[in-house]
């Protein structure tokens, strides 16, 4: 009983927030626009919906190869000893800190050096520079589902039958959860992807909403039509939950468990890795630094200079997103503790979902049209309203990832301290917390990434005389020269890199005063 | 349980730090480029005390940051002063609202074709519609001399434009079918789907295209010719139609918006973007031509005296732009 009032104290102070914060403005925004949808109604036509279904066919494409490159990658990164793999998962990383329109760039540019300029290089083009660009996302939920497995599972097993049969039988089945998610996410990323579509020149759903929106000025039919994006996402979410439902959970590794990690007899496992990344990193990396070493030594201290004011202002905004995010992921996904069925945790998960697949824009105007108020200017006129951006945007995306990891923790480990009497905070303290932690600190660096990114809905947002480091790339690049572009990105590059590795020493150093606090 | 309460107590007064105002400021909105942009916004803070607060779009985003914003923003609004790189942008803002009316005393001897008379917008600085040629894949005497060749058999694969539904591109295609007719207008697009016109993302994208010799030629802005002149393309510009139609020139265009929280701190960032100096300064920085007479420009830069431009009157442009968009999105997408 404690448990449950102790709870749904802080479900309820996080769901309401959630909801007032961003999910009100969300429908304040389609409530103004629903007189208008009775005549959007008459504009769906058999060519919108055509639209659609190759929309969803292609980010299908995408995140099958995603998830199936992930699952590869994170088998070698987290469950072998191949050498340097720390340093391999940061650079795995780097494509996720680009923006994906200047990654499009630099791709479109290899494939013009390579002679590569036919009409079907356009959607292979999309289809791989978003594969890239999701794959690290992938590797992470698939490497944090990997991390979890009980050692004593696949010993078990090894002892019956061959490594194979392990993993077809044991492994996959166990991380089926961290699979789904990768296919989902992805999905709903690629499906809500506006500016690699744009650049190379193929009509997806999300270019029909950015016309309706920037040329048309028709706000009502671009949120009327992003509402079928959502619907998608709703039904897909709907089916993972129908399907795992059905999925066996089994216990996971936990603090104290040890996690099975498999030797390589070869270097197979780090040449596969290395050679994802000379393509996905080294190879767009090469052409920037190509590009911007035609400016000479001065085009990177002139790119420094431009973006420096931008840069403590870009990692705090990140950062406080990130935390702010993790914290509403953890609680939306603390809901799924145990069995049984969770009525209110499935609205504040679509809640979630639907703020998620919302195209960046369109909520961007959202917050607009209810912050900008007298009364809120406060909030409309701060940085605050970026963090709000970030939180509604990226919510979704901790709590999917720490909910594959509530959904592991047995249920006999909380019963047990339930039943001597250890109250609710301590259970999560002692041991809801350690198991979560691989998938929170996951959660939360994909989402500081994510933040750090954040285009689409910030470049609506942002206060007047704010400097964000990917918003100040953006507007710089537009007539700047190759060269600076080039150098500006590769700044942000290192600038990013510098704050993963910050989040990574940060982790590091609490871990270790932990385990101090143990010993 | 301590440490976390402190952690918030800090990400609280950091969100709350930034809440306060200081009043001696100016709100901006542009859609100019940041590079060009920015150190004139700059230079007016220096000169006046007065702080700028911007906030910047780009072609790349076909300006749907700071367009929509002003649109989400009007009742309530957060900007003073839109400066604009076509007047097109500033005119759908007037006809929804969102400008107020300002005559500024240093536009008086601006041309009155360049300026609303209502006063909602001023133009200065204009760039004009150019066509951009890889000189390695295109020999002078081969190089379009009208926007009509580029419909000819001779350029079928070879001619970029950005797309027709955003920025300056629109506002080209919509001064044609302005002077030419619906009947004429159409004809010409339906010979550039013929010859299968490349489609580029913006006018940036068609200059990158052409200098790298993906493309013989390509429609485009002046300052985005200029700029590959001055990175040493192999490139050469010409104003197509100087026998005829013309070329299309497009001002910037500055205003005022309707309840500006800043309002006199608004009209003198107006005054100083109309200023000659100001000119002086976009001709030198992105080969913009004044619309000011006398103003000083390096002698790459084209003076408005020596070209033909397209006779049209920018409003009615931007109501024939609101009529052609469905027929211009169909021509994109068939």
């Known amino acids: 009983m404690g448990r449950e009032l102790d709870h749904k104290l802080s479900f309820n102070i996080i769901f309401w927030s959630v909801f007032i914060f961003v999910g009100l403005p969300l429908i304040y925004t389609f409530g103004m626009t629903i007189g208008a949808w009775k005549k959007d109604l008459g504009l769906l036509d058999g060519k919108l919906f055509g639209l659609l279904m190759r929309s969803g066919l292609i980010s299908l494409i995408i995140s099958a190869l995603s998830t199936v490159i992930g699952v590869v990658l994170a088998f070698f990164l987290y469950k072998t000893d191949i050498q340097f793999k720390s340093v391999l998962k940061i650079i795995l990383l780097i494509p996720l800190f680009v923006s994906p329109y200047i990654l499009a760039v630099a791709w479109r540019d290899l494939f013009l050096i390579l002679g590569l300029s036919s009409s079907w290089i356009s959607y292979v083009g999309m289809i791989g520079v978003l594969t890239m660009i999701f794959v690290p996302l992938s590797v992470l939920i698939i490497g944090s589902g990997l991390s979890n497995i009980d050692a004593s599972l696949e010993e078990s097993g090894l002892m019956l039958t061959s490594y194979k049969e392990v993993f077809w039988k044991i492994i996959l089945p166990l991380i089926k959860p961290a699979l789904i998610s990768s296919l989902v996410l992805v999905f709903i990323f690629s499906i809500s992807e506006f500016s690699v579509p744009a650049y190379f020149g193929v009509k997806v759903f999300t270019t029909e909403i950015f016309t309706q929106f920037s040329a048309f000025y028709n706000h009502s039919l671009a949120i009327f039509q992003s509402l079928l994006l959502v619907v998608i996402c709703i039904a897909l979410l709907f089916a993972e939950r129908q399907y795992l439902a059905e999925a066996p959970f089994f216990s996971i590794g936990t603090k104290g468990v040890k996690q099975k990690v498999y030797q390589s007899s070869t270097k197979l496992g780090l040449w596969i890795v290395m050679a994802w990344l000379v393509i996905s990193v080294g190879l767009p990396i090469v052409v920037l630094f190509a590009q911007a070493a035609q400016g000479g030594t001065a085009v990177f201290l002139k790119s420094f200079n431009l973006l420096r004011h931008s840069f403590l202002n870009s990692i705090t905004l990140a950062f406080v997103g990130a935390l702010l995010l993790t914290l509403v992921g953890v609680v939306a996904a603390l809901g799924y503790l145990g069995q049984g069925r969770r009525r209110y945790q499935d609205y504040f998960d679509g809640m979630l979902l639907i703020l998620f697949a919302i195209p960046s824009t369109i909520l961007g105007v959202s917050l607009i049209q209810f912050y900008n108020h007298p009364a809120l200017n406060f909030i409309y006129s701060s940085d605050a309203i970026i963090v709000i951006g970030y939180t509604g945007k990226f919510a979704f995306i901790a709590a999917k990832i720490i909910k594959n990891s509530v959904r592991q923790i047995p249920k006999s480990l909380i019963e047990s301290a339930e039943i001597v009497g250890v109250n609710y905070w301590l259970r999560l303290r002692k041991i809801v917390f350690p198991i979560l932690m691989p998938s929170i600190f996951t959660a939360f660096l994909v989402g500081f990434i994510l933040c750090l990114g954040e285009l689409g809905t910030t470049i609506m947002l942002y206060p007047p005389g704010t400097e964000i480091m990917p918003i100040k790339v953006f507007t710089l690049m537009a007539n700047a020269s190759d060269f600076l572009t080039s150098a500006m990105v590769l700044v942000v590059l290192a600038v990013s890199l510098i704050g993963v590795l910050g989040i990574y020493g940060l982790a590091y150093w609490i871990a270790s005063k932990r385990e101090k606090r143990y010993d | ?334």
């Open chain 2, 1 to 334: 349980m301590k440490h976390i309460s402190i952690l918030w107590s800090v990400v609280l007064l950091m969100l709350l730090s930034s809440c306060g105002k200081t009043k001696n400021e100016v709100v901006i909105y542009t859609s100019v480029d940041q590079v060009f942009s920015e150190p004139i916004l700059k230079d007016f803070e220096q000169e006046t005390g007065i702080k700028v607060k911007a906030v910047y779009d780009t072609e790349e985003t076909k300006s749907t940051g700071v367009l929509n914003r002003l649109l989400a923003e009007k009742n309530n609004p957060q900007a003073d002063v839109f400066w604009s790189g076509d007047p097109i942008r500033t005119i759908v803002l007037k006809q929804r609202g969102v400008t107020a009316s300002y005559h500024s005393a240093l536009a008086q001897d601006i041309s009155p074709i360049f300026k609303d008379s209502e006063g909602h917008w001023t133009g200065f600085s204009a760039r004009a519609r150019v066509l951009i040629y890889n000189k390695n894949l295109l020999t002078d005497d081969d190089v379009p001399k009208s926007i009509f060749d580029l419909g000819n058999e001779k350029y079928k694969g070879k001619v970029a434009i950005a797309n027709p539904l955003f920025g300056t591109t629109t506002f080209q295609f919509a001064a044609l079918f302005s002077s030419l007719g619906y009947e004429r207008a159409k004809l010409f697009l339906s010979s550039l789907k013929k010859n299968k016109v490349v489609i580029a993302t913006s006018n940036g994208d068609v200059k990158k295209r052409v200098v790298k010799g993906e493309i013989a030629c390509g429609l485009t802005d002046t300052d985005d010719a200029h700029e590959a002149v001055q990175e040493g393309a192999n490139v050469g510009v010409v104003f197509l139609d100087q026998v005829g139609l013309g070329s299309l020139i497009m001002p910037n265009t500055v205003n005022l918006i309707y309840r500006a929280p800043n309002e006199a701190n608004g009209k003198k960032l107006i005054d100083y973007l109309l200023s000659s100096k100001t000119e002086a300064k976009l001709a030198k920085s992105c080969a913009q031509m004044p619309l000011h007479k006398n103003v000083l420009i390096p002698k790459d830069v084209p003076s408005l005296d020596a070209i033909v431009p397209m006779q049209i009157n920018y409003e009615e442009t931007a109501n024939k732009l609101q009529e052609i968009q469905n027929y211009l999105k169909s021509w994109v997408e068939n």
